[in-house]
């Protein structure tokens, strides 16, 4: 005996049914690859905003060691803006060392695009220090930043 032949009506449906399962699996790749980049997106400014607390640490750390200096340290006190586009001038060696640290291009842990921001370290009258670390990656639309207060006393 030989099987029947399919009825007319019922040809083709193979090849509709394996489209759709492609199209199906064509827009959960698109959505894996969406979430992979939305990822590395995250990790990216995970590691900017982990550098920047480093540099901030650091930067205080010096002000502990230095704490009868600590009002040396002010930097672009005048600024009002967050993140305004500028250059960073200091008189104090150890903020100059440190603003090199955040510019360094040669530096793999430099902040990007940090050169061309205003850093600022404000140092009220009770020792009060507020820090704050800008940076804009090539990709990112506006600057990030990181504020740090703390007190120094001793």
Not at 17 to 34: H, K, N, P, Y
Not at 71 to 82: F, K, M, R, S
Request: proline share 6%; hydrophobic share 45%.
């Amino acid at each position: 005996m030989r099987p029947h032949p399919a009825p007319a009506r019922q040809r083709g449906i193979m090849l509709i049914e394996a489209l759709v399962a492609i199209a199906i699996f064509s827009f959960a790749i698109l959505g894996i690859v969406g979430l992979q980049a939305t990822a590395i997106r995250a990790v990216r400014d995970a590691d900017y905003r982990a550098k920047a607390s480093l540099f901030a640490d650091q930067l205080v750390g010096r002000m502990w060691a230095d704490r009868f200096n600590v009002p040396t340290y002010a930097l672009n006190a005048g600024v009002t803006q967050t993140c305004p586009a500028g250059g960073n001038q200091s008189g104090n060696p150890a903020i100059a060392e440190w603003l090199e640290g955040i510019t360094d291009l040669d530096n793999p842990g430099a902040l990007p695009g940090a050169a061309g921001l205003q850093q600022k370290v404000l140092v009220s009258a009770d020792n009060t220090v507020t820090l704050t670390l800008c940076w804009q990656a090539p990709q990112d639309e506006s600057p990030h930043n990181f504020t740090l207060t703390t007190q120094i006393r001793g």
